[in-house]
């Protein structure tokens, strides 16, 4: 996906469409209501009052009157956040959350600073959509600003067809799902071939450790601007049923159909219990994997990429096996047997709930288990919350993972990259890019999510087409 200025040129327009599904006002409260007041943490002095006008933010009067009559009335509290120090040359740091504004906090930017009357590639915005056709032509003529996914912009480096000698800003956008997509090398790659003394941008929906290793890496003396909200204890639902000790693989699975969590991780204290559990999951068609100690590395890569890119819609594991677990944000935590250890339970359902959704845990307790019930109260301070098991009702199969992974044989050591599958299957006539979900790569083996509904349509084409014009093996997992 290359582009000229034209297309951030073109951005604020984006907003009219927008404007006319949503009114400004609302897309407004949307956008800050549900938001903690941003902090900058290089900053020891007082926070400065957060700019409430684009006007404030230091903007030329014109693209004031411009983003004005275009709707954009007040920045968003990442826009207000990050603008300042992107516009003063410092590199920035920044999460906020999916539709709250982060691409115009950087294109305002890139656009203010931009020098027309030079040719040449001043601005360069790495993201992780689907690449689309090159259009060496625009490059040709120097295109301001070029946006790509970081595999695109490399082979275009290595072609000779883009020169960043003039670049001026580097903006990893979507940094979280360009790693998920296997970009990291290539992002490396990418920065090593910008100048030095260029401003870095880093924006980001969630930050996970990886990210925040990646802006170490690439950015000097950041300014972070985190708008996560705090995921409050409060916000985590436990609800307790009571069931007799034959019942209880059974129950299981009519907790999963009468709350239809989209993801959830189910703990059992035994690998035998594992099992017992996965099979009467499945005889209800609950898409479900177990991690336990008897698989071989191999076996557990597997059932992790699975879990982790949603392509399974319930992980049955005891804590050991999922000890190192890099899964959070569940939408649900099962304790289908109840820990013997309180301090366990507490970091059990301290995986589930998301950035914007309260954690449910449910747990379900059998005679012999009250006495573990107790020190989980006595730990967490208050009493549980019991529910009968009679109010269960079947609200429908429990849903389909969305995703759905295709195995490749074949992966690093074959110099196989993320930017080639995603190429291979997207390429004219292939699947959406919006389609593909994580590609993860072993030395030998490359797992890509797609749409469930495309699934067979992606395997198709990778065995009809393969990997850069060579024929790879796939199969669906
Ligand atoms: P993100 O990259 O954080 O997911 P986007 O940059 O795609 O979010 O913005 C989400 C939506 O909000 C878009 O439709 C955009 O046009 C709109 N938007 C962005 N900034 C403003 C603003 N200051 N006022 C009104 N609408 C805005
Ligand atoms: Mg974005």
């Known amino acids: 996906m290359l582009c000229s200025t034209r297309i951030l040129a073109r951005l604020p327009c984006e907003s009219r469409s927008s404007r006319c599904a949503l009114s400004s006002r609302r897309v407004r409260s949307r956008l800050q209501g549900r938001m903690l007041a941003p902090h900058t943490m290089h900053d020891p002095t007082p926070t400065p009052p ?10 030329p009067p014109t693209v004031v009157a411009n983003l004005d009559a275009l709707g954009y009335t007040v920045p968003t509290p990442i826009q207000a956040a990050s603008l300042p120090a992107a516009l003063s040359g410092r590199d ?5 959350k999916t539709g709250s504004g982060k691409t115009a906090a950087f294109g305002l930017s890139l656009l203010a600073q931009l020098h027309t009357e030079f040719r040449g590639t001043q601005a360069l915005v790495l993201c992780g959509g689907a690449p689309i056709r090159p259009q060496l032509a625009s490059m040709e003529h120097g295109a301001h600003v070029v946006v790509g996914t970081p ?22 956008d979507e940094a979280d799902r360009m790693l998920d997509m296997g970009f990291r090398d290539d992002m490396v790659q990418v920065a090593d071939a910008c100048p030095w003394g260029r401003q870095t941008l880093l924006y980001s929906a969630t930050w996970p450790e ?12 950041p300014v972070i601007v985190k708008l996560a909200e705090q995921h409050a204890p409060a916000k985590l639902r436990q ?76 992980l049955v594991a005891t804590d050991v ?11 649900a935590v099962l304790n289908v047997e109840v820990s013997p250890d309180a301090e366990t339970h507490v970091h059990r359902v301290g995986r589930t709930g998301r950035v ?28 549980c919350e019991w529910r009968p098991l009679t109010e269960l009702k079947r609200a429908g199969a429990p849903p389909l993972p969305p995703m759905a992974t295709l195995m490749i044989l074949g992966g690093r050591k074959e110099k196989i990259r993320a930017g080639d599958i995603l190429g291979a299957l997207t390429a004219a006539g292939g699947v959406n890019g919006k389609q593909v979900g994580k590609i993860d790569i072993n030395d030998h083996a490359a797992y890509v999510a797609v749409e469930r509904s495309v699934a067979q349509a992606a395997l198709e084409r990778l065995r009809n087409a393969g990997i850069k014009g060579k024929s790879v093996k796939v199969h669906r997992l």
């Open 151 to 172: 595999g695109r912009v490399l082979d275009h480096l290595r072609r000779g067809s883009l020169s960043l000698e003039s670049l001026r800003s580097l903006v990893l």
């Open 321 to 331: 096996a999922a000890r190192g677990l890099d899964i959070e944000q569940l939408e």
């Open 50 to 59: 957060v700019p409430s006008s684009f006007r404030e933010l230091g903007l």
């Open 239 to 314: 609800l307790w049923y009571r069931i007799e000790e034959g019942e209880r693989f059974e129950a299981a699975g009519k907790l999963l159909e009468h709350h239809r969590p989209s993801r959830a991780l189910a703990f059992c204290n035994t690998k035998e219990s594992c099992r017992s559990l996965l099979e009467a999951l499945r005889a209800r068609s609950v898409t479900a994997l177990a991690l336990h100690g008897d698989l071989d590395q191999k076996e557990r890569d597997q059932v992790l990429v699975q879990f982790a890119n949603r392509s399974v819609s319930v």
């Open 210 to 221: 990886d990210v925040e290793v990646l802006g170490r890496k690439f950015l000097r003396d």
């Open 92 to 96: 920035v740091m920044a999460q906020a």
């Open 356 to 383: 914007d959704q309260e954690g449910l845990a449910l747990n379900l307790v059998g005679p012999r288990e009250n006495f573990r019930v107790e020190r989980i109260e006595a730990l967490q301070g208050h009493a």
